[in-house]
């Protein structure tokens, strides 16, 4: 039987790893007495854990951003008069908030502040190019949008009936006069806040490299069952600092602002990405977790080493990062370098999770994406829908109580076999239950009648002595359909030629394998979120 915080059994490991987490503690008399009151209101929201924060410890630093912190309690008043202010300007119920915003304190409290008052979300990537804001504000039918002051002419071809609400303001930007969050927050509103609004729709877009991105509905908790799936794999631990790189707009980086609510973690944000300052972060707010994309944690093992020295660190438990696959002997280097910390996750804007990689799996097999957490089903289906065997290679099903409730506007479609969810990736076990990704199916290239899974030569070529990254592509061939083509970025002083490369593939997998063409570049192409936009090269 399923009660509101999942079935008995959910409940009982759920609470086992929320008192070992440090969630579940004594607390006051007069304050527990409180909290069925801010469930009732707003369900299982992070508006809900933030207003428990607020009365279990208000004095608690909150966010720490680029202009200071907040504390639980003043992340609450603030968020009241903003949803206040935003009542008195219409924004309510059926009204859609867009959030184009880099990470600081302007989206977290948009995202409350919005559920305050029972309206819809939709969080924007920020490299989407103006034709796409167009788009997808039409196709949203947005009737605000919050924006950082250096995006906002991403706004040029957005509707004016779209108003325009100033975040992040960089000096010199011109004056928004009470149309930005601080303004509407000095000014508050006379409205009350409804008791119990309706629960307001939250939408991530997918990374959409070309056309008009889609909006994918997240579906809110209706249990404890999402904290015990990411907690059974991952040893995070309440009220403790947590750096989250990951952008606030992907999904990986919303879930790290869900679970710090849920976990009363202080959320240490950054405007702008850096390694040496992710360094710096981590050790001057002693952070014990870090939430990335994976071209992050890259991005901070190419920093010499007397400056990856120069920052204690010591202080980190855990690195989740996601959103694309990490090279495997750059997995071996960061648990090199940083010691056995490293967490890496497998999921999707539409199933959340499938699969969690702990330290010591990715230690034996770095090229691993783990295995699923607790309520959690992940399996390979053939092309007849059953289910294959270890080793075998097939189409990637996710069941957990987060898949997302579909696309809006009706576009897209997804796959689902037996309430599961189709990723779009095709993988395998492994005869000790280890689930590996081999690539994404449309990724597959044809070339002579064979098929070739992209993300297998990628694999292969992104372990080569002097590589520091590979993507390969299939290209079109007037004798065998497609051919492989190889793009590959050396590490500094490296040298290679196409031979080799070629030579390298052909003595460890099929020589129709090998790529025809090799090129070496100074850098592949990416989006916001890391992923290598494979439509550009070549291009």
């Not at 680029?66 to 206040?84: K, M, W």
């Not at 850096?274 to 981590?282: C, H, I, K, S, V």
């Amino acid at each position: 039987m399923r009660t509101p915080f999942g079935t008995p059994t959910e409940l009982a490991t759920g609470v086992r790893l929320l008192i070992g987490a440090g969630v579940v503690a004594p607390i006051a008399p007069h304050r527990v007495v409180k909290f069925p009151y801010a469930l009732y209101r707003y369900g299982f929201t992070p508006t809900t854990a933030y207003t428990i924060g607020a009365w279990r410890h208000p004095d608690q630093i909150a966010i720490v951003d680029d202009r200071g912190t907040l504390t639980y309690r003043e992340l609450h008043e603030r968020t009241d008069r903003l949803a206040r202010a935003l009542a008195d300007r219409g924004v309510g119920p059926g009204s859609k908030v867009a959030v184009l915003c880099r990470n600081h304190r302007g989206p977290i409290e948009t995202i409350i502040a919005t559920s305050k008052i029972g309206a819809d979300v939709v969080l924007m990537n920020t490299g989407l190019s103006t034709g796409q804001m167009k788009a997808v504000a039409e196709e949203q039918e947005l009737t605000s949008v919050v924006v950082d002051s250096d995006l906002a002419d991403r706004l040029e071809e957005v509707p004016e009936s779209v108003t325009r609400i100033g975040a992040w303001q960089d000096e010199g930007s011109g004056c928004w006069g009470d149309d930005t969050l601080e303004g509407l927050i000095a000014v508050d509103g006379s409205k009350e806040l409804p008791t119990k609004p309706p629960t307001g729709k939250t939408i991530v877009l997918t990374s959409g490299t070309t056309g008009t991105p889609k909006g994918a509905e997240r579906p809110s908790p209706n249990g404890i069952g999402p904290v015990n799936a990411i907690l059974s794999r991952i040893p995070l631990t309440a009220r403790e600092p947590a750096l989250v790189s990951a952008p606030l707009f992907h999904t990986w980086g919303f879930a790290a602002f869900q679970i710090g609510s849920l976990m009363g973690s202080t959320l240490v944000l950054r405007r702008k990405f850096d390694p040496e300052d992710a360094l710096r972060q981590l050790a001057i707010h002693r952070c014990t977790s870090m939430f990335a994309v994976p071209v992050m944690l890259q991005r901070i093992l190419e920093l010499d080493e007397d400056v990856i020295a120069r920052y204690d660190t010591s202080a980190l438990k855990t690195v989740t990062a996601t959103g694309s696959a990490m090279p495997p002997h750059k997995v071996t280097e960061f648990l090199d370098t940083f010691g056995e910390k490293l967490y890496m996750l497998y999921g999707s804007t539409e199933v959340s999770w499938a699969s969690i990689a702990k330290p010591e799996e990715l230690r034996r097999e770095p090229g691993t994406a783990g295995r699923p957490p607790a309520g959690t089903d992940v399996k390979i289906l053939g092309d007849d829908d059953q289910e294959l065997p270890a080793g075998e290679t097939g189409r990637i099903f996710v069941g957990n109580d987060m898949l997302f409730t579909g696309y809006t506007g009706g576009r897209g479609e997804t796959e689902v076999v037996d309430d599961m969810l189709g990723t779009g990736d095709l993988g395998h076990y492994d005869e000790n239950g280890l689930l590996f990704i081999s690539g994404r199916a449309d990724d597959m290239i044809v070339s002579g009648g064979e098929n070739i899974h992209a993300g297998e030569v990628e694999g292969l070529l992104g372990d080569m002595n002097g590589v520091k990254e590979a993507a390969v592509v299939g290209v079109d061939d007037e004798e065998y359909g497609q051919r492989l083509a190889a793009y590959l970025v050396l590490e500094s002083g490296a040298e290679l030629t196409a031979d080799e490369v070629r030579d390298h593939v052909k003595n460890h997998l099929a020589r129709f394998a090998s790529p025809r063409d090799v090129e070496f570049v100074d850098e592949l192409p990416r989006n916001q979120t890391g992923k290598v936009v494979k439509s550009e090269l070549g291009s």
